[in-house]
């Protein structure tokens, strides 16, 4: 195990009804103006928007509100927030929606107090300070709950970029399963597999003897693959769906990636796919992740192997690992269709003949230099199979 250090001070509330105690929270974390910031539609029409708003009033606290965040969200927004923040005076800013509100609210939050073009951030610039950011989480997914990044799309290019920094963790989260029972099919089934993905990339390690976090990693994939089917199955399953949210926030505030190198390169691989075809960033997933493990499992046939056996039940073949490995990797794309996600880039909206440019951004873009690092290091050739294998 390697050293490490670990900071994930977001306070969470979980539950039921947990939303009534926003404007609690918020002052409790020292707001007293308030930026609301929320997507396109689904906060307004289930009623929590107006439960929040109710929330703050009750407290006597000031608020505005910003809303069209889109799913993959743009910098053109974030500009916009960045100044109603400072004209009005917003000391937090409060992001009421799934991962791409939540980044957006982050990308404002630390945009406000810095003098220069908050797109510095996600050009490799550390974010150290932000104002206050708390969050209602609608869908799980993203982990940006609890999570240091931020991952924002940046019109002019269409670049999708990270930043990260421990200023903009949440300083609360209020985590209501309830909330995510409005979901469609097809979102709660990409948010299964990005928290699934936020597991993969941790497991995918290069470190040795790392047991506890294998260990956890696959506990939480079981959880996932027992939970997933029940929520698609049934999308009022509160037990199924609290499950589920609870493992979304594990999978991705570095409980399971302390003391071990991660992989990532999935992530980077799938970015330009949601930039360019504005697709799900977990159906997106659902189509890289098994191409990117057909192209690497050789560099580590034994981890693949065990997690084919560990959590997708395939039998340990001694003689030929690499047979094993391989039903693993089936087995979880066969898992992700089932539960609705694409498995080429058919289905997924995306073009083969658009491969070039998608590795040119990937690997050339935004100051990249040619190369991905992670588990096994990737360049523009090994990126372009990787492309052609999900055709
Ligand atoms: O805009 P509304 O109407 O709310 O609709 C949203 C959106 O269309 C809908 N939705 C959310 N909650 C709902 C609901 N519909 C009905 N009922 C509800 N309760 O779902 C759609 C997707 O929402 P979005 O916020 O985009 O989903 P998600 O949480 O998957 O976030 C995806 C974004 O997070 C980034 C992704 O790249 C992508 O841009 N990521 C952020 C990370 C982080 N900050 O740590 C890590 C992740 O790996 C990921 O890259
Ligand atoms: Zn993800």
């Not at 929606?97 to 220069?116: P, W």
């Not at 037990?239 to 589920?244: F, P, S, V, Y």
């Not at 880039?345 to 991905?372: H, T, W, Y």
């Not at 588990?375 to 523009?380: G, I, K, M, P």
Request: hydrophobic share 40%; with cysteine; proline share 4%.
């Amino acid at each position: 195990m390697e050293n490490f250090t670990f900071y994930s001070p977001t306070f969470f509330a979980f539950g039921k009804d947990t939303e009534q105690q926003t404007g609690e929270y918020v002052k409790r974390f020292g707001g007293s103006k308030v930026l609301i910031h929320y997507g396109g539609k689904s906060a307004k029409s289930s009623g929590l928007l107006d439960r929040v708003e109710a929330s703050l009033k009750k407290e006597g606290i000031p608020y505005v509100m910003l809303g069209g965040v889109k799913p993959n969200p743009r910098s053109g927004l974030v500009y916009e927030g960045i100044e109603l923040c400072k004209n009005e005076g917003v000391d937090f800013v409060l992001a009421v929606g799934g991962g791409s509100v939540i980044d957006s609210s982050k990308a404002i939050a630390a945009g406000v107090v810095y003098d220069g073009d908050f797109w510095d951030f996600y050009s490799g610039k550390r974010i150290e300070k932000a104002l206050p950011v708390g969050t209602i989480l609608t869908i799980a997914a993203a982990g940006s709950e609890g999570s240091p990044d931020s991952v924002i799309t940046k019109e002019e290019g269409m670049f999708k970029r990270g930043a990260s920094g421990d200023a903009i963790r949440p300083k609360f989260s209020i985590l209501n399963p309830a909330l995510t029972q409005t979901l469609p099919a097809y979102q709660s089934a990409a948010g299964i597999t990005d928290i699934m993905a936020h597991l993969y990339e941790r497991y995918l390690t290069n470190s040795k003897e790392v047991e506890v976090t294998d260990r956890l990693i696959e506990a939480l994939l079981l959880t996932m693959k027992h939970e997933g089917p029940r929520v698609i199955a049934d999308p009022n399953n509160y037990e199924a769906r609290a499950n589920i949210m609870w493992a979304g926030m594990m999978a991705h505030n570095n409980s399971c990636g302390v003391g071990r190198s991660q992989d990532w390169t999935s992530h980077d691989i799938e970015h330009e796919l949601s930039a360019l075809y504005d697709c799900a960033h977990g159906a997106g997933l659902a189509v890289t992740m098994p191409a990117v493990h057909r192209y690497v499992y050789k560099h580590d046939v034994m981890r693949f192997a065990k997690v084919a056996v560990r959590v997708w039940g395939c039998q340990m073949d001694f003689d030929h690992p690499e047979v094993t490995a391989l039903e693993g990797i089936a087995a979880f794309q066969n898992f992700l269709c089932s539960i609705g996600m694409p498995k080429n880039f058919e289905e997924l909206g995306a073009k083969k003949e658009d491969i070039p440019k998608l590795v040119e951004v990937l690997c050339r873009g935004n100051g990249r230099e040619g190369s991905l690092t992670g588990f096994v290091t990737l360049d523009e050739e090994d990126c372009t199979k990787i492309y052609e294998m999900m055709v």
